[in-house]
């Protein structure tokens, strides 16, 4: 029976709001609490620290505690700075550490990686790509993020791969520098929720279904797809976060925008099937980001 399952914390950190879970999968969710992230780590972590406490004074013991972040982050053990939050644009949270202060205040077994990394184990484990050896799940919000699945394992190298930061082909005629501090006119520059919001001058949300910015947006990610197809062949490609889920339109683009960027080059109706279940949303929804911090937690225990 679920209930007789150890119980799992799980710690998203977002750009704009962290979330707290307390459970042992979808099926079985305790306690789900947000924060907002702001510009104070102490503050926040000390937040996180007591949500999860008064969770398991409640329900019982933490057995192990995953935290899925926004990044980058330094996930080498032998760095002295493993776990941390590391050259982030994300104000106040530079060179924070994470990893280690939450394992210090549960004492529990704690696995640490990206958010895109934590959802697509969780995608693999209870969502849309169950029984796939070979996926991506890329995230498009405040920034974006990819997380690669091969072999069954993520991939890592020195370091996570960062691919929301490549630079790619820009559509004719498209001079806009970008929002990214770091690169201008990467694909997080051109497609994030920020850059479609600073190129539209409007919050996405106001932002009209024919606005040019929609398929600019849909352009850069579909060349981050392409990137993705050529480089690492996933089987399933599962595209959520805060803008895909506010406007799924979008999706729609991203997929007519690949096929003409291949240009017929690979034949994806006979390699992985039809774009409509080729290219997807998150089986999980919304919980996909969540619930990749209980699947750090289960990998960790």
């Given at each position: 029976?679920?209930a007789?399952?150890?119980?799992?914390?799980?710690?998203?950190?977002g750009?704009?709001?962290?979330?707290?879970?307390?459970?042992?999968?979808?099926?079985?969710?305790r306690v789900?609490?947000?924060?907002?992230?702001?510009?104070?780590?102490a503050?926040?972590?000390?937040?996180?620290?007591r949500?999860?406490?008064?969770?398991?004074?409640?329900?019982?013991?933490?057995?192990?505690?995953?935290?899925?972040?926004?990044?980058?982050?330094?996930?080498?053990?032998?760095?002295?700075?493993?776990?941390?939050?590391?050259?982030?644009?994300?104000?106040?949270?530079?060179?924070?550490s994470?990893?280690?202060r939450?394992?210090?205040?549960?004492?529990?077994?704690?696995?640490f990686?990206?958010?895109v990394?934590?959802a697509?184990?969780a995608?693999?484990r209870?969502?849309?790509?169950?029984?796939?050896?070979?996926?991506?799940?890329?995230?498009?919000?405040?920034g974006v993020?990819?997380?690669?699945?091969?072999?069954?394992r993520?991939?890592?190298?020195?370091?996570h791969?960062?691919?929301?930061h490549?630079?790619?082909a820009r559509?004719?005629?498209?001079?806009?520098?970008g929002?990214?501090?770091f690169?201008?006119?990467?694909?997080?520059?051109?497609?994030?929720g920020v850059?479609?919001?600073?190129?539209?001058g409007?919050?996405?949300?106001?932002?009209?279904?024919?606005?040019?910015?929609?398929?600019?947006a849909?352009?850069?990610?579909?060349?981050l797809?392409?990137?993705?197809?050529?480089a690492?062949?996933?089987?399933?490609?599962l595209?959520?976060g805060?803008v895909?889920?506010a406007?799924p339109?979008l999706l729609d683009?991203v997929?007519?925008?690949?096929?003409?960027s291949l240009n017929?080059?690979?034949?994806?109706?006979?390699?992985a099937?039809?774009?409509d279940?080729?290219?997807?949303s998150?089986?999980?929804?919304?919980?996909a980001?969540p619930?990749?911090?209980l699947?750090?937690?289960?990998?960790?225990?």
């Amino acid at each position: 029976m679920t209930a007789s399952k150890p119980l799992l914390g799980g710690v998203e950190l977002g750009g704009t709001k962290c979330v707290c879970l307390l459970g042992t999968g979808p099926g079985d969710i305790r306690v789900q609490t947000s924060v907002p992230t702001g510009d104070d780590p102490a503050m926040t972590l000390g937040r996180i620290e007591r949500i999860l406490h008064d969770a398991a004074a409640t329900h019982g013991p933490i057995h192990a505690l995953g935290i899925a972040s926004f990044g980058p982050l330094d996930l080498s053990r032998r760095s002295p700075t493993y776990g941390f939050i590391t050259s982030t644009p994300k104000p106040g949270w530079r060179n924070t550490s994470v990893a280690d202060r939450l394992a210090q205040a549960f004492d529990v077994p704690v696995g640490f990686d990206t958010d895109v990394n934590g959802a697509a184990l969780a995608e693999g484990r209870w969502g849309a790509a169950r029984n796939l050896e070979d996926f991506a799940y890329i995230t498009v919000g405040t920034g974006v993020g990819v997380g690669l699945v091969a072999g069954g394992r993520l991939v890592h190298g020195f370091a996570h791969p960062e691919l929301g930061h490549i630079r790619i082909a820009r559509r004719p005629g498209d001079h806009w520098r970008g929002v990214c501090e770091f690169h201008g006119d990467c694909v997080e520059g051109l497609a994030s929720g920020v850059a479609i919001a600073a190129r539209a001058g409007m919050p996405a949300l106001q932002i009209p279904a024919d606005n040019p910015a929609w398929g600019l947006a849909a352009h850069a990610l579909a060349q981050l797809l392409h990137t993705l197809v050529l480089a690492t062949a996933p089987r399933r490609i599962l595209v959520g976060g805060g803008v895909i889920e506010a406007r799924p339109a979008l999706l729609d683009q991203v997929r007519r925008e690949l096929l003409s960027s291949l240009n017929g080059y690979l034949d994806l109706q006979a390699l992985a099937g039809n774009i409509d279940r080729y290219v997807v949303s998150p089986g999980l929804g919304t919980l996909a980001g969540p619930l990749g911090a209980l699947a750090l937690a289960a990998d960790a225990n």
